[in-house]
């Protein structure tokens, strides 16, 4: 339950020195009143995406109660779907809602890799690669409603956009929300996405753009959808494109192209299909199929960003007693479809540090995120990097470097079990 306060308290101002988070608590500190309307919480979590429901289930199922604060209405329903591999998938078992989405959508059997000409360059099969790989493309709001379904009841607090952010010296945190509410948290995980207001009163930088963009759409075929269960990708010169099958009546397909800027913000769903659609008019044709059977609501433009977080020079993934878990901490661009299984493996091995710390005297919620970010960096990091660099060589716009990779690189060098290592992270049941 919440409790109010009705005490005078010194809070610290936030300071956006990107130096290491012991250090970074702002020196000025200012005296405010608390007013007797503020809420106290003991673990909040900011932003009602896959990494703060998954954290808040997390938490949930290790008998910690938290609360989800989240800026939209009602959860996100739009948005189109995300390919899981074995490592979301392990997070999904371990925290009970896998099998309720495992019969909803289909298990992608591999990949094929055609030019823009639809000549096949090469197919892979995935089992073959790695009998325990699993890859499905769950529809993000069916995933988000599924984590939902399974908090308790009052766990998500909507409209409750985070406008400021304030710590006070005994290492609570005092949240101000846009329409002027407060709350004082004894713990804060920040879960606020890749524009994260908490993320960058801890110091960090703004995600960069990555000199592409992506359109995403969700096909929807009411008589059943015409294609086999694989991953489909279509490369040429400085654009490519992509299509997987996610159930039996939908399709997801994406389009990446070069551009020197994000460009300006199009919310015209009905203009984006059509920008999208010029980009490959004379691409295979099933793609073009697939574009005109997605409704044009579903389709949105994303200009790609990511941040590195290099060491002695990022900030700490916590201050005190606020930390950060997925896309808040570490954008990635999204070439490998790490993106959200990695905020699905953060969320369960914060939740599990944490729970040890609230429910026994062993160890501080502060050495607890301390331990996450020091297991979660040498994962995250590397994987950021390598996603940048498979999307650099994937968006080459050079006539003689894509020749050579579409007639040399892909059809003779590729190997696909490397490749997929990095999905080799494994979850026990919380
Ligand atoms: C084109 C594209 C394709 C992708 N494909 C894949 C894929 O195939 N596989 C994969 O694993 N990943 C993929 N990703 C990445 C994936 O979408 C993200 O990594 C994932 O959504 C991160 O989840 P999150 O909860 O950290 O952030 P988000 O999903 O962004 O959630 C953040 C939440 O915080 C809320 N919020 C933000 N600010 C505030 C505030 N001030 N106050 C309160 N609430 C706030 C937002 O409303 C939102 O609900 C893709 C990304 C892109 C761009």
Request: aromatic fraction near 8%.
């Amino acid at each position: 339950m919440a409790t109010t306060t009705s005490s005078f308290m010194f809070l610290k101002s936030p300071t956006s020195s990107p130096s290491p988070c012991h250090t970074r608590i702002g020196r000025s500190f200012k005296l405010i009143k608390a007013q007797s309307d503020v809420r106290k919480e003991h673990v909040v979590i900011v932003g009602g995406g896959i990494a703060g429901l998954a954290t808040a289930l997390s938490l949930h199922r290790l008998g910690v109660r938290s609360l989800v604060l989240e800026q939209s209405e009602s959860l996100r329903t739009g948005g189109t779907s995300l390919t899981l591999f074995k490592n979301g998938w392990s997070v999904l078992d371990s925290i009970g809602v896998a099998n309720y989405l495992r019969p909803q959508y289909l298990e992608i059997q591999g990949m094929v890799v055609k030019s823009e000409d639809g000549r096949e360059l090469r197919a892979f099969n995935f089992k073959q690669e790695d009998q325990s790989q699993e890859v499905r493309a769950v529809e993000r709001r069916v995933l988000l409603e599924t984590l939902a379904a399974q908090l308790p009841p009052d766990s998500i607090q909507y409209s409750s956009r985070l406008a400021r952010i304030e710590a006070s010296p005994n290492g609570d945190t005092l949240l101000e929300f846009k329409d002027g509410s407060k709350l004082l948290a004894q713990i804060v995980i920040g879960c606020d996405g890749i524009r994260s207001p908490i993320a960058k009163w801890m110091g960090f930088a703004e995600p960069k753009y990555v000199g592409h963009c992506a359109f995403r759409g969700l096909a929807s075929y009411s008589n059943g959808q015409p294609f086999e269960p694989r991953v489909n990708y279509i490369y040429g010169k400085g654009l490519r494109a992509g299509y997987v099958p996610v159930s039996p009546t939908k399709v997801y397909w994406f389009i990446c192209f070069n551009s020197s800027s994000p460009g300006p913000k199009t919310t015209d769903s009905t203009m984006l299909k059509k920008q999208a659609k010029e980009l490959v008019e004379n691409w295979p044709p099933e793609l073009l199929d697939i574009m005109d059977s997605t409704p044009d609501d579903t389709v949105i433009k994303t200009p790609l960003v990511d941040r590195w977080l290099w060491p002695a020079i990022s900030p700490s993934v916590s201050a005190g007693r606020v930390v950060l878990v997925g896309d808040a901490w570490h954008p990635m661009t999204p070439n490998l479809g790490q993106g959200a299984c990695c905020a699905l493996e953060d969320s369960v091995v914060l939740a599990k540090k944490l729970a040890a710390a609230i429910n026994s005297n062993d160890t501080s919620v502060e050495e607890a995120f301390e331990s996450y970010g020091s297991e979660r960096w040498p994962r995250v990091f590397p994987l950021t990097i390598r996603a940048n660099l498979v999307g650099s060589v994937l968006q080459w716009d050079n006539s003689l470097v894509c020749s050579i990779r579409n007639n040399i690189v892909i059809p003779k060098l590729v190997k696909l079990g490397p490749l997929l290592e990095h999905t080799n992270f494994t979850s026990e049941s919380l």
